[in-house]
């Protein structure tokens, strides 16, 4: 009869603790490849936008109807200034096109649908009035609606905004169009407006410690202008909100009065980063992010931080990531010329989310990043050192390939795959232990990337549901082997 092994771990060689360069880079050496994405990080890059030419009437209906219906951000910093006006015209009419009945069901609503595409389809120019009719239907927050449909049945809905990076894009769209401080003034105005009357937030203002009314996200949208006015002209915009207190609207005010004086301590908790990303306060940027993931694909964080907040994270980890971020990585983090930036692009040469705009970046900079990979090869995991190799093979000309969707039947398959051989996989790590958590990161890893290229918004949620289940045979290590599962999800 074959011992049961203990759950004692065997020595084995650990994975190096650090998988970057000795000396990260510092934020003083912090440069973009270009002069001009170094002037767009100093004036607060990416959370600005720039117009460009044109795309054509067909291309910017299709650009702004993908953005208004998508649930993460998809406008580019760069966009098409045909599509931004149809992406805001479409948004003011009503961007949501879907309600409920009664009993929850929800339904597309035709006459939105219908007035939505009109609105699109005429794309009026940006100006000021635009500017006041969003900022009057969203600040501080949408209003409730309701319609009869052809059948007689009712729709309801909200013209809230849940999604505050898409208030962010309809203010700085604005911006790009009217200027900084004009937007800036008109803005702070209709902010102050609604600290001044809790009534209208309505059911956002029953809670003083509420902290994601439309409001809160527009007090945010006005902070990140700070870094494109003149000293003397911003402390003018926000000189009302200095101070600002209220009892109902506790969190918004504290907002408010820490936007606009540094000195004010009173930052709410759960907007504490929020806040200092907006003050460019490193150190505390630094305690909420450093060997933490969301420094891996922030490019505002890179170029304020340099590398020292990648140090301790695994690069391979930028895969677990959905695919809009891995793919707005390379296109904002990749404009810093960093050896860290280029380990993480390397990383996604196989994602299947995002190979094609890594491949083309390490193309295009393959100098760099040849380098950069070469030095970081040694110190890697095995299994990032492989995404490393092939990277360098794009870099050494290799051909690129597409990225790639699966569909929900082609995922649903991988990962039934994936799990049928996990126990035959930490059996044969003979009860080393270091070995079978290599095993179990390795599961998690294509888990990830595999819910990512379905397009899944979480890809790494839910890894321990998917193996409710599992029930391993090997009962002396089925505690053991259940840990790993809830570690690889920690890290």
């Known amino acids: 009869m074959k011992p049961t092994k203990t759950t004692k771990a065997k020595k084995s060689a650990a994975a190096p603790a650090v998988p970057w360069p000795a000396s990260p880079t510092p934020p003083a050496a912090v440069r973009a490849f270009t002069p001009e994405d170094d002037a ?35 406008l580019p910093v760069h966009v098409a200034a045909d599509t931004a006006r149809r992406f805001v ?14 009993r929850g069901e929800i339904v597309k609503v035709p006459a939105r649908v219908t007035r939505r595409k009109a609105a699109i389809e005429a794309g009026p120019p940006l100006g000021a009035d635009t500017l006041e009719a969003f900022l009057v239907r969203n600040c501080p927050c949408g ?3 309701s319609t009869e449909l052809d059948d007689g049945r009712t729709a309801r809905g909200s013209d809230n905004e849940t999604y505050g990076f898409r208030l962010h894009e309809i203010v700085h769209l604005h911006e790009a169009v009217l200027g900084t401080e004009p937007t800036a003034r008109l803005l702070a105005e209709h902010l102050l407006r609604a600290l001044a009357d809790p009534d ?18 527009l007090a945010c949208a006005l902070g990140t202008m700070r870094w494109r006015l003149a000293p003397d002209v911003w402390a003018d915009v926000v000189r009302p909100f200095r101070g600002a207190a209220s009892e109902r609207l506790l969190v918004y005010a504290q907002l408010l009065a820490s936007i606009a004086d540094e000195r004010h301590a009173e930052v709410p908790s759960i907007l504490a980063l929020g806040v200092a990303l907006l003050r460019r306060d490193r150190a505390t940027i630094a305690a909420h992010v450093t060997g933490k993931p969301r420094a891996l694909w922030n490019a505002e964080i890179a170029w304020l931080l340099g590398g020292a907040p990648f140090v301790g994270l695994r690069p391979g980890d930028i895969r677990r990531l959905p695919a809009w971020k891995q793919r707005r990585f390379v296109d904002e983090s990749g404009r810093l010329a960093m050896p860290e930036i280029a380990v993480l692009v390397g990383m996604l040469a196989t994602s299947r989310s995002a190979r094609d705009v890594a491949c083309a970046w390490l193309v295009a900079h393959a100098d760099f990043a040849g380098r950069a990979l070469r030095e970081a090869l040694p110190a890697l995991h095995e299994d990032d050192r492989a995404h490393a190799e092939a990277a360098l093979e794009v870099v050494e000309g290799a051909p690129a390939t597409s990225a ?18 996990l126990e035959p996989s930490l059996e044969a ?16 890893d294509r888990y990830c990337e595999a819910r990512a290229a379905a397009g899944d918004v979480i890809p790494d949620a839910y890894f321990g ?3 409710i289940d599992w029930r391993p045979k090997n009962a002396a290590a089925r505690e053991r082997w259940w840990s790993l599962v809830q570690e690889v999800q920690e890290r």
């Open 200 to 217: 209208s937030f309505g059911f956002w203002g029953q809670d003083p410690f509420r902290h994601n009314a439309s409001a809160h996200h």
């Open 465 to 467: 549901h998917e193996l």
């Open 404 to 421: 790639r969707t699966l569909t929900e039947e082609e995922v649903d398959r991988e990962l039934r795959s994936l799990f049928d051989a």
């Open 89 to 102: 015209a479409g948004h003011l009419v009503g961007g949501w096109t879907y309600g409920h009945l009664e």
């Open 143 to 145: 209003r409730e609606w």
């Open 40 to 74: 767009l990080f100093a004036r607060g890059f990416p959370n600005l936008h720039v117009l460009l030419a044109d795309a054509g009437r067909k291309p910017s209906i299709a650009a702004a109807t993908k953005a208004l219906d998508a649930i993460d951000p998809e």
């Open 429 to 444: 790590c003979e009860g080393d232990v270091e070995r079978e958590r290599a095993v179990m990161r390795r599961t998690f």
